[in-house]
């Protein structure tokens, strides 16, 4: 079926077609979350896991107007380069970038949208938007939590940073009827560190048994994805107190500036990579990879 403003690259519609495996990936890591060039060899080695585990990969953008599903090495070597002066797409901001031909980065929830559009029903990325910290006083909550609500797309990710409130998240999650499954953990996972103090509603321990509550969900007609949390392989976790030093000193840092809104999630992840002096953005590279790894298994078994 044609979709309207959406092209598949031709790999990926052939994948979808003969019903292979495939895993949708975002943008907005590539240009708002990491430095250049580190963020274009990310993204293509993210692929090549996808890959090597049997999926195929379906990197998510705009590109003059176009949604596209599967992007080329020279789109993602722009969109990195271009870093943070390509728009930051959320579904807000879709229609819009659409309508005016530009280009666009998306966020999980418009990575979300455009995936369920192209019929691809898993996700891997870094960590997810939340509650943020203060939110009864700037009523932050990223747009990514209500789309999980809504669209049928499973997104696996290491948890979220602490630069979100990750209690506020899970009890907005919970309210909103998402599952957040954790992938051989009881706890929540918190990016840089396997625990984050906060649970899981379930803990598996295998691919398949995860691709199972989705099929049923769907089976269902329950509206709405699932977070799938990742933790960050043990040997690349990084240590939590010095973390939430950091994590402290990029919010104050926020507030002093008096950053709000969609700058905030970017400002913040470059001033812990600043402060960390890179080994953030390390970390940050390993649990992207792992993601990869377990949507690639969990495709498999989605079909
Ligand atoms: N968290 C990360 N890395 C990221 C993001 C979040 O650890 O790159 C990005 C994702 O694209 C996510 C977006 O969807 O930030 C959330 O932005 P906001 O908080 O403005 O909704
Ligand atoms: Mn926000």
């Known amino acids: 079926m044609m979709i309207p403003y959406l092209d598949l690259s031709p790999e990926v519609s052939s994948a979808l077609r003969s019903k292979q495996p495939v895993v949708a990936l975002e943008s ?4 708002h979350g990491m430095p250049y060039p580190r963020n274009v060899e990310t993204a293509l080695m993210v692929e090549e896991v996808v890959r090597k585990h049997g999926a195929i990969p379906a990197t998510i953008a705009v590109i003059n107007g176009r949604m596209k599903a599967g992007l080329n090495k020279k ?7 271009m870093g943070t002066d390509v728009l930051k797409v959320s579904r807000r901001d879709l229609p819009v970038v659409i309508a005016q031909g530009h280009n666009g980065a998306t966020t999980v929830a418009a990575t979300m949208i455009i995936a369920d559009l ?13 509650v943020h910290r203060g939110a009864s006083e700037s009523m932050d909550v990223s747009a990514d939590l209500q789309e999980l609500a809504r669209t049928n797309v499973a997104v696996v990710c290491a948890g979220a940073k602490s630069i979100l409130d990750l209690g506020l998240t899970l009890e907005y999650l ?11 953990t009881q706890d929540f996972p918190a990016f840089y560190t396997r625990n984050s103090g906060f649970k899981v509603d379930q803990s598996l321990e295998s691919a398949k048994e995860l691709a199972n509550i989705l099929t049923i969900k769907w089976q269902l007609g329950m509206k709405g994805g699932a977070v799938i949390a990742n933790p960050i392989p043990e040997k690349f976790q990084l240590e939590y107190a010095p973390m939430e030093q950091a994590i402290q000193q990029a919010l104050d840092l926020a507030q002093q500036k008096n950053i709000k809104g969609k700058e905030i999630t970017p400002f913040l992840l470059a001033t812990i990579e600043e402060i960390t002096s890179g080994k953030s ?14 949507a690639a298994k969990i495709a498999k078994h989605l079909r």
């Not at 019929?119 to 960590?127: D, N, Q, R």
């Open 28 to 31: 907005t890591i590539i240009s």
């Open 75 to 81: 789109e993602i070597n722009n969109l990195g380069k």
């Open 118 to 130: 192209a019929g691809i029903a898993i996700f891997a990325t870094g960590g997810i938007g939340g």
């Open 174 to 184: 919970e309210t909103q009827g998402v599952p957040v499954l954790g992938y051989r």
């Open 281 to 294: 953005l390390d970390a940050n590279i390993e649990l992207v990879l792992n993601n990869a790894k377990l």
